[in-house]
């Protein structure tokens, strides 16, 4: 799906990036809190504590970045 943007003013332009700006952040949001459910539902799931395997992750290893 394409826009024509070359048709748009420069308000029309800022208006529509601010929208961009704003629905990437709730989707981010939305998607963050699907993660956050599924991890939540494979711990529970597994009988695994949540705080267990933050903790685990940051004995003896260094994380990658």
């Known amino acids: 799906m394409a826009f024509d943007l070359s048709t748009y003013n420069l308000a029309e332009l800022k208006g529509l990036q601010f929208d961009v700006a704003q629905e990437l ?3 981010e949001r939305q998607e963050l809190g699907k ?8 711990a ?4 695994v504590a949540v705080d ?3 903790e685990e ?9």
């Open 25 to 27: 952040k709730q989707r």
């Open 35 to 42: 993660a956050r459910e599924q991890i939540l539902a494979i």
């Open 52 to 54: 267990a395997l933050i």
């Open 44 to 47: 529970r799931e597994t009988g």
């Open 57 to 65: 992750e940051g004995k003896g290893r260094k994380r990658k970045r």
